[in-house]
């Protein structure tokens, strides 16, 4: 597609549940970023791929996040056992390599009941 | 604190009038980009100054930086009401593992008709 896509859009879950947020970046993008953004609040990196591999876990909060990239395209970003501050919106980007602008997708918002 | 603070939190303006948003950053860094969020969407790059230039413009915005004072502005001259959004300035310090940006928590600017 054109732009960077995210799925869902929105999620509701309850807490303790397991969630797996989707990205489908731009075509031909190597690198490919996680972010998370709580309400009125800046991006906080979470992980960053180039390619299928991860040089940079630094931000994902617990071990209850994990992500991973196939085929140097789709990302999925799994949150297992979920709680409240988890809620938030993640953010998927990507660019043409490392150190160019990032495109964003529009989010998934998650809601931790 | 954080990498990447900008000033002010808000600024509410006039349409015609020029917007002046700041920020300030701690560590050294490849380049500073500037990043606009429209309520309940992505971010969408704006402009990207590397470390070793001073000024920037593209169309009605004009990005300066000043790397003695880790300081940057970006100026939007004659703004308009669509130009309503968050403004987020981001720092690119290139790591061994890769690059990571750090956004800051973001200006609000309303442009009022």
């Known amino acids: 597609g054109a732009g960077v896509s995210q799925s869902p859009s929105n999620k509701v879950t309850e807490k303790g549940k397991d969630v797996e947020l989707r990205c489908d970046p731009i075509?031909?993008?190597?690198?490919l970023y996680w972010y998370r953004q709580s309400l009125g609040q800046g991006l906080e990196f979470l992980i960053y791929?180039?390619?299928?591999?991860?040089?940079?876990k630094s931000g994902l909060p617990s071990d209850r996040f994990s992500a991973e990239r196939t085929g140097g395209s789709v990302s999925t970003l799994t949150i297992q056992r979920t709680q409240q501050e988890d809620s938030a919106v993640y953010l998927c980007?990507?660019?043409?390599?490392?150190?160019?602008?990032?495109?964003f997708g529009d989010g998934t918002r998650l809601s931790i009941l | 604190s954080q990498q990447g603070e900008e000033d002010p939190q808000a600024l509410s303006i006039q349409e015609g009038e020029n917007a002046t948003m700041n920020c300030s950053y701690k560590?050294?860094?490849?380049?500073l980009q500037w990043y606009r969020q429209n309520s309940g969407r992505g971010l969408v790059h704006l402009i990207l100054?590397?470390?070793?230039?001073r000024e920037k413009h593209s169309g009605r915005l004009r990005v300066t930086l000043d790397t003695s004072k880790k300081s940057s502005s970006l100026l939007i001259t004659a703004s308009r009401a669509a130009d309503t959004a968050s403004y987020f300035c981001?720092?690119?310090?290139?790591?061994?593992?890769?690059?990571?940006?750090?956004f800051g928590t973001g200006t609000q600017l309303k442009v009022e008709l």
């Open positions: 980007a990507s660019s043409q390599d490392r150190g160019q602008p990032q495109h």
């Open positions: 075509s031909g993008h190597t690198a």
């Open positions: 791929f180039q390619g299928n591999s991860a040089p940079d």
């Open positions: 560590t050294s860094i490849n380049n």
């Open positions: 100054i590397r470390s070793n230039e």
């Open positions: 981001a720092t690119d310090r290139r790591t061994g593992g890769g690059n990571k940006l750090t």
